[in-house]
């Protein structure tokens, strides 16, 4: 899966499918990254609260990738950078 994002909710959203996707419940993905399941809950619903190091870690147990790179994608002298 490959997604653009341009808003907040839309990583809400990511977020949430990928969590279905590994099948995994908010109180599963609570316990491996040590928050409430209700913590969960207000992540999906208002990204905009996450901290960079909790999306770090919530988009390695998702088993996602975080790649930062200029809109329209990289020019040749300028490469992407991935995480």
């Given at each position: 899966?490959k997604?653009?994002?341009?808003?907040?909710?839309?990583?809400?959203?990511?977020?949430q499918?990928?969590?279905?996707a590994?099948?995994?419940?908010?109180?599963?993905?609570?316990?491996?990254?040590?928050?409430?399941q209700?913590?969960?809950?207000?992540?999906?619903?208002?990204?905009?609260?996450?901290?960079?190091?909790?999306?770090?870690?919530?988009?390695?147990i998702?088993?996602?990738?975080?790649?930062?790179?200029?809109?329209?994608?990289?020019?040749?002298?300028?490469?992407?950078?991935?995480?």
């Amino acid at each position: 899966m490959k997604q653009v994002l341009s808003t907040a909710s839309q990583l809400g959203q990511v977020l949430q499918s990928a969590r279905h996707a590994a099948r995994l419940s908010q109180t599963d993905l609570a316990a491996r990254l040590a928050v409430s399941q209700s913590r969960i809950s207000h992540m999906e619903l208002n990204p905009g609260s996450i901290s960079a190091d909790q999306l770090l870690a919530l988009i390695s147990i998702l088993g996602l990738e975080l790649v930062v790179q200029d809109k329209g994608g990289a020019s040749a002298g300028s490469p992407a950078v991935e995480w």
